[in-house]
Each structure stands twice: as C-alpha cells, then as structure tokens.
C-alpha cells in the first residue's frame, strides 16, 4: 500500500520517481516504436504491411482509450499502471521470440502492436492523474515540460539509440529490451504515494460515466478546439510515421541501421521546443505560440516529402520535434487546467479517443496513397492539411 502525497510540485521526490517511471517505460517504447515499423519494412518492403501495422498500434486510441478512462477514475492509478506496464512486458517478450524464431509474420506484429497501445492507453491516463495530482497545479507547465522532456530523452533519443545498436545485432534484442524497461518502471511506480480519491466516485453505470466526461468535453469551448486541431494534425501525423521507416530506406537510400537516427534528430528538435515552449508563452501569449508550432510542423512534413536530400530532412525532422512538443506541452497544460480533477481520466481519455483516435485513418491511407502515387505525396499532403489547420484554428485558439 503506497503512502499519501504530502508536499506536492516538480521538486519533490514522489515526482522525481513519476519521472523515473516515465523514463524508464518510454526508452523501450522508443526501442519498439522505431523497431516495430522498422522491422516490418525490412521484412515485407511493403507500404500496404507498413500501413497495417500502423493502423494496429494506433486503433486502441479509437476503441480503448474511452472506457479505459473511465475505469483509471474508478481504480486507484499507482495500481492501473503497474498492472499495465506488468502485461505490455508478457506481450514485448512474447513478441522477441517470435521474431527471434522468424516467425513473426504481419499479423502477429499488428496483434502484438493493438495489445501494447491497448495497454498502454490505461498506463498514459492513469500517469495523467498521477502527474496532475504529485505536481500540483501551480506546477503544471513546468510538469508537463518536464513530461516532454522525459518523453522525448526516453522515447525519441535514448530508445532509438538502442534500437539503432540492437537491430543491426538482433531485432529481437530490440523487444527484450522493451520488456526489460516495464519490469523496471513497475518498480518505480509501486514505490509511488497513493492518490486521494475524494470526489472520484465508483457510482454509476460505464455508459453514464462515458456520457459524462465526452459531455464535459463537448461542452467546453477550449477543448473542442483543442481536439479539432489535435485530431486533425494527429491523423496527419499517422500518416507521416507510417511510412517514416520505408521512406528513409526506399527514397533517402539510409542503411537500415541508421533510419533511428532521423528519430534521434527529432528528439534534439524536441528537447529545444519542451523547454521553448514554456519560456516563449508568458511574453507572446500562449495561442500564438500553439499556432506558430502547428504552422511550422506543416511546412516541416511538406519540405521532407518535396525535396528528398539528406540534409533537408535531417532538417525537417528536427522541426518535426521542435514544434510536436511546443505544441504538446501547451495543449495538455490547457487541457488540465479545464478539467476537473474527478473527470480527469475520463476527460483525458475522451480527449484522445477524439484526438487521437483517427489516427488509423491516417495511417490507413498513408499506403495506399503512397502506392498509388509516391511516398513524398504522403508528406506533401499531411503538411498542407497541418498547415492549413494553424490557419483556420488561430482564431478559435485565440479566444479561449
């Protein structure tokens, strides 16, 4: 039985084990997200396979993330996490012996792919809760920044790094290692305080309790526009790492063993924008900077797909993070802060059913549009349609 939180904010050793946690789970995410595609494009050197896999890992979001909100605000989250990182360590071992046996085909790789972001839409929204109630809400810019800090040394700089090393030894030896990473951060994470859950209630039907978060958040002006910019961009973005990995083979001619350096630039990129972010909101004013990151994260997708040298995407690719986490590190900071505490899982994964849950859509039609035209069309597309959105949302933004 975990303690309570006493003193909260970033500084306290109960946020500083969240971080560790976070971390440790996101380096083997970043291993998996970079080898999971990866190995699939090796494998198959199909855009229709790439874009199946794709699908699978972000489907969850559509049919998971909703109900799964609303269990993390009946159970206690310290435990939901554990439980989930626990699971996705079975599943990532299971997944390198299969590939370590050679017999991983397309469909265990998209099976392996639904049940890891399945679980994994539990993890993120109990680890939302977590981060609201240890950090307090006088801290909660600099949480998230610190969030996306984590997220982007663990899950774009540190895993990619490793996954670029153990995919040229075995990719097997990329999934043993996520799974490593889960039974580590399940230590950190039973080591964490209990939250209180005064006001957070088990009364009431999962259909009532559905009703309630998607009300909140339909209801709320600030966060319909948040999820319109969010869901559009998100799809966009689908599109655009569905077919990352088979791009970078096919149509910048990179070694398969360097491809997770492109993720390793975009983590750099990143790392400037979650501490920019923060910096640059109090003097310009936080919907100029939000529309100034999605606007710039257009004109990124469009320049890599247009001119496919080397140095132009390296480029591109570290605007990819620099404006990803600006963006993200104000719009959850917002989204928090319109978002009563009892609500919070529900809320939060309400929000990304809706954000995030049309991804597949994205990363459905990123191969067969790459198949019937060009894999820099896919780019071309996603950055105008970000771009366009900035334009059509500064307002709205504006406004709340």
């Given at each position: ?112 792919g639904f049940l890891l972001t399945s679980a994994e839409t539990f993890a993120d929204t109990a680890s939302q809760v977590l981060l609201v109630e240890i950090a307090g809400p006088d801290d909660l810019e600099q949480a998230n920044g610190r969030f996306v800090t984590a997220e982007t040394v663990g899950m774009d700089l540190a895993g990619p790094l490793a996954a670029s090393l153990l995919f040229w030894w075995n990719p097997a030896a990329c999934f043993a290692l996520d799974a490593l990473t889960f039974v580590v951060a399940t230590f950190f994470v039973l080591r964490l305080p209990e939250v209180p859950r005064e006001g957070h209630t088990g009364l009431g039907t ?195």
């Amino acid at each position: 039985m975990g303690r309570a939180i006493g003193v909260k904010g970033v500084r306290t050793a109960e946020f500083r084990l969240l971080t560790g946690a976070w971390v440790t789970s996101l380096v083997g995410d970043g291993v998996r997200t970079v080898a999971l595609p990866l190995y699939t494009a090796v494998s198959t050197r199909s855009p229709l396979a790439a874009s199946a896999v794709a699908v699978a890992v972000v489907l969850p979001w559509l049919v998971v993330a909703f109900p799964a909100g609303v269990l993390v605000d009946r159970w206690r989250p310290r435990l939901v996490v554990a439980v989930a990182h626990t699971f996705r360590a079975v599943v990532t071992g299971l997944l390198a012996y299969t590939v370590f046996t050679d017999s991983a085909s397309v469909a265990v790789l998209c099976a392996a792919g639904f049940l890891l972001t399945s679980a994994e839409t539990f993890a993120d929204t109990a680890s939302q809760v977590l981060l609201v109630e240890i950090a307090g809400p006088d801290d909660l810019e600099q949480a998230n920044g610190r969030f996306v800090t984590a997220e982007t040394v663990g899950m774009d700089l540190a895993g990619p790094l490793a996954a670029s090393l153990l995919f040229w030894w075995n990719p097997a030896a990329c999934f043993a290692l996520d799974a490593l990473t889960f039974v580590v951060a399940t230590f950190f994470v039973l080591r964490l305080p209990e939250v209180p859950r005064e006001g957070h209630t088990g009364l009431g039907t999962l259909r009532s309790q559905l009703v309630e978060g998607a009300s909140h958040l339909v209801h709320t002006r600030g966060l319909r526009v948040l999820v319109l910019a969010v869901g559009i961009s998100a799809v966009c973005a689908a599109a655009v790492n569905a077919m990352l990995a088979l791009y970078s083979v096919n149509v910048l001619g990179m070694p398969e063993q360097l491809m997770p350096w492109l993720v390793v630039v975009m983590a750099l990129g990143a790392l400037l924008g979650a501490r920019l972010s923060p910096a640059l909101a109090p003097r310009l004013g936080n919907a100029p900077v939000m529309v100034g990151a999605l606007a710039l994260l257009g004109v990124a997708f469009a320049v890599f797909g247009a001119v496919p040298l080397l140095p132009v995407a390296i480029a591109a690719v570290f605007c990819f993070g620099l404006a990803s986490a600006g963006w993200n590190v104000l719009s959850a900071t917002r989204r928090q802060r319109l978002t009563p505490t009892p609500l919070m899982g529900r809320v939060t994964s309400a929000y990304r059913v809706l954000a995030w849950g049309l991804s597949p859509i994205g990363a459905g039609l990123a191969g067969p549009l790459a198949a019937a035209t060009s894999l820099g069309t896919v780019y071309l597309v996603a950055g105008g349609v970000v771009v366009l959105t900035a334009v059509a949302l500064a307002r709205p933004l504006a406004r709340t």
